[in-house]
């Protein structure tokens, strides 16, 4: 007998543990380190990088066997329950670009390399796909609130040890003089993405205590702005729009084209006309072409123009995947040793998906990463409704960070995979079967329907 989700009477599994898992793996990682964050990037351009204790090694090992127990209980009662996947066309695409981009580059690139570790974002996918909605309502909870003892702890690092989360030495930002805010993320560009995935958590499922909630509110705010990560700004903005339009967008029509709304569309109109009358003044007021090209001349401005050095990274990507279209390079690629041998000690990645993925996995794995996200984006705007926009806003922060990152890497489980393991999340349980409950005197003894 099921429930209205079609899940298992009286289990939950622990889905919902998973994210907390990884992300409590980074915060411990980074408070291990005892890092300086103002001289980590000064170390990391000599070949240098964050200190790694030894402790480390082993709590990842332990977090990784929990990872890897928490999938198989979930695969395991999918499978005795003969329960279908909810959301087959997903299961499929997530296989194949897995395939594509992982297994086939390790064994045709040219650069072979097995790793057992490879599995991991497999099987932990695989996991994620057999969400339903209680299991969505319960892994986004668990994943709000993790988030906020990460920002909150950083946050007081800030006091107590100011160096490990703050670079002073930051000089890029539009904050002149303000330290960039890194927290217990890898890298502040990373926390910026942590924080508003947390907001994003929040507004669909905020804390019981209204305070608290506020509190949240503040907290992930602050941490976006002080960050000072350039593509968070841009991505919340957007993913706020896509939540306002999902949850309000169809009211606000039917008000504006409501004769006996009448006030409240001339509101709306007038604003409209305010905001762009104010574009326009600002391009014929002021002297954006002349403070432009003022920019340009700094340095700053001259490490823009060349996407703070991306290009010379892009050059050597498309050089590795000229030299092996089909299956590119291998795994390997960006490791320690390739990054010595072409002296860029600060090239982790392509800083591009698109790039990363076609010098990294050829042609299959490109055309595997298209596909994936076509997938990916009819499934987003189908579960936006049922979701409440968080589909949506999700692909929308995942697309955005792709332009720089790599947040669809799935060699093991990186700080990248968390927000896009959350969307799986989503779009699964967004498709998951409903069925009717029975009434209460027909329930077989010690069955519930899920919260």
Avoid at 135 to 146: H, M
Avoid at 354 to 362: E, K, N, V, Y
């Amino acid at each position: 007998m099921t429930s209205t989700d079609g899940s298992t009477p009286g289990t939950q599994g622990f889905l919902h543990w998973m994210l907390p898992l990884m992300l409590g793996l980074v915060a411990v990682t980074v408070l291990l380190s005892g890092r300086n964050l103002s001289q980590m990037f000064a170390d990391l351009a000599q070949g240098g990088g964050m200190y790694l204790h030894p402790a480390v090694a082993w709590l990842q090992r332990g977090v990784s066997l929990l990872l890897l127990l928490i999938s198989a209980e979930r695969l395991v009662n999918h499978v005795a329950t003969r329960r279908h996947l909810p959301a087959p066309l997903l299961a499929w695409a997530f296989i194949a670009y897995w395939s594509a981009t992982v297994a086939a580059p390790a064994l045709f690139g040219s650069h072979p390399q097995l790793s057992h570790e490879y599995l991991y974002s497999l099987v932990i996918g695989l996991a994620a796909l057999l969400a339903t909605g209680p299991d969505r309502e319960r892994v986004v909870g668990a994943a709000r609130n993790a988030l906020f003892l990460f920002l909150l702890a950083g946050a007081v690092l800030a006091v107590v040890n100011p160096a490990m989360v703050l670079d002073t030495a930051y000089r890029q930002g539009v904050l002149p003089g303000i330290p960039r805010f890194g927290g217990l993320a890898t890298h502040p560009v990373a926390l910026g993405m942590f924080a508003q995935t947390f907001l994003l958590c929040l507004w669909v499922r905020p804390f019981q205590s209204r305070w608290l909630t506020v509190l949240g509110w503040v907290l992930g705010l602050a941490v976006v702005f002080f960050a000072q990560s350039k593509t968070s700004w841009i991505a919340f903005l957007l993913c706020s729009v896509a939540m306002l339009a999902v949850r309000h967008g169809a009211s606000v029509w039917r008000r504006i084209g409501d004769p006996r709304q009448g006030a409240f569309g001339i509101v709306v109109c007038l604003g409209a006309i305010v905001f762009v009358a104010g574009t326009i003044a600002l391009f014929l007021v002021a002297d954006l072409g002349g403070e432009a090209a003022s920019f340009m001349d700094t340095a700053e401005g001259a490490q823009l123009m060349s996407m703070t050095g991306r290009d010379q990274i892009w050059v050597v990507a498309m050089e590795e995947w000229r030299a092996s279209p089909v299956f590119g390079y291998g795994p390997g690629l960006w490791d320690d040793d390739f990054r010595a041998a072409i002296n860029m000690p600060q090239a982790t990645n392509a800083h591009n998906q698109f790039m990363d993925t076609l010098a990294r996995s050829g042609v299959v794995g490109a055309t595997a990463l298209v596909l994936y996200s076509g997938v990916l984006l009819a499934l987003s705007l189908r579960a936006a409704k049922a979701t409440g926009g968080l589909s949506i806003a999700l692909l929308i922060a995942v697309a955005l960070r792709s332009m720089s990152e790599v947040p669809l890497l799935m060699f093991g489980y990186g700080t990248e995979f968390f927000t896009h393991l959350l969307l799986l999340v989503t779009l699964a349980s967004a498709n998951a079967p409903r069925v009717a409950v029975l009434p209460a005197a027909a329930r077989p003894r010690g069955w519930r329907v899920a919260s």
